[in-house]
T-cell receptor, first 112, second 114 residues
Framework: ETGVTQSPTHLIKTRGQQVTLRCSSQSGHNTVSWYQQALGQGPQFIFQYYREEENGRGNFPPRFSGLQFPNYSSELNVNALELDDSALYLC???????????FGPGTRLLVL | GNSVTQMEGPVTLSEEAFLTINCTYTATGYPSLFWYVQYPGEGLQLLLKATKADDKGSNKGFEATYRKETTSFHLEKGSVQVSDSAVYFCALTPRGTGANNLFFGTGTRLTVIP
């Protein structure tokens, strides 16, 4: 059974640029959630996708957007990057209606 | 609203010492409660969970009991090992919402020295 995978592992961007992060969910999981973890903090919920639709969103501006594909993989897009967007971005997958989320290793984004 | 408060770290213990990491929560309704662990350079791993009052979650020698009366979910281990060095996060998922998103505490860094 393949776990949650994310790409890339590290990324450096400059302020104002756009970035796309990718996530493949664990086999059989149709729900994907994205979290932002700033240095020294706990993860903060960005949004969740279920059946290719957004199924809940945290307190993040619209420049954070996402997609889910028919194979349940997902993308997180961030436009107009700001310095404060520097963080570890975590993807988690779960079964439909399941409470337990399984996390990937994360993508570390640095915005200069 | 929903929130989790964890004891501040870092915590440094000698091998075989007893561990307690305090966690209290505020939630609408009756949430499910979790402890996740993050080893250096890795993502989060589920350590244990409890879904209703008085449930005890346990795994790898760690335990936590869901206490509704004190809104707490303290993590304990009787004898820590060097390999337990990591950051521990308490989290909750509220019931009755569309998304099963997690609300995390700020994390507690544990270092176990030989």
């Amino acid at each position: 059974e393949t776990g949650v995978t994310q790409s890339p592992t590290h990324l450096i961007k400059t302020r104002g640029q756009q970035v796309t992060l990718r996530c493949s969910s664990q086999s059989g999981h149709n729900t994907v959630s994205w979290y932002q973890q700033a240095l020294g903090q706990g993860p903060q919920f960005i949004f969740q996708y279920y059946r290719e639709e957004e199924n809940g969103r945290g307190n993040f501006p619209p420049r954070f957007s996402g997609l889910q594909f028919p194979n349940y993989s997902s993308e997180l897009n961030v436009n107009a990057l700001e310095l404060d967007d520097s963080a570890l971005y975590l993807c988690a997958s779960s079964l439909e209606g399941g409470e337990t989320q399984y996390f990937g290793p994360g993508t570390r984004l640095l915005v200069l | 609203g929903n929130s989790v408060t964890q004891m501040e770290g870092p915590v440094t213990l000698s091998e075989e010492a007893f561990l307690t990491i305090n966690c209290t929560y505020t939630a609408t309704g009756y949430p499910s409660l979790f402890w996740y662990v993050q080893y250096p350079g890795e993502g989060l791993q589920l350590l244990l969970k409890a879904t209703k009052a008085d449930d005890k979650g346990s795994n790898k020698g760690f335990e936590a009991t869901y206490r509704k009366e004190t809104t707490s979910f303290h993590l304990e281990k009787g004898s820590v090992q060097v390999s337990d060095s990591a950051v521990y996060f308490c989290a909750l998922t509220p019931r009755g919402t569309g998304a099963n998103n997690l609300f995390f505490g700020t994390g507690t860094r544990l270092t176990v020295i030989p």
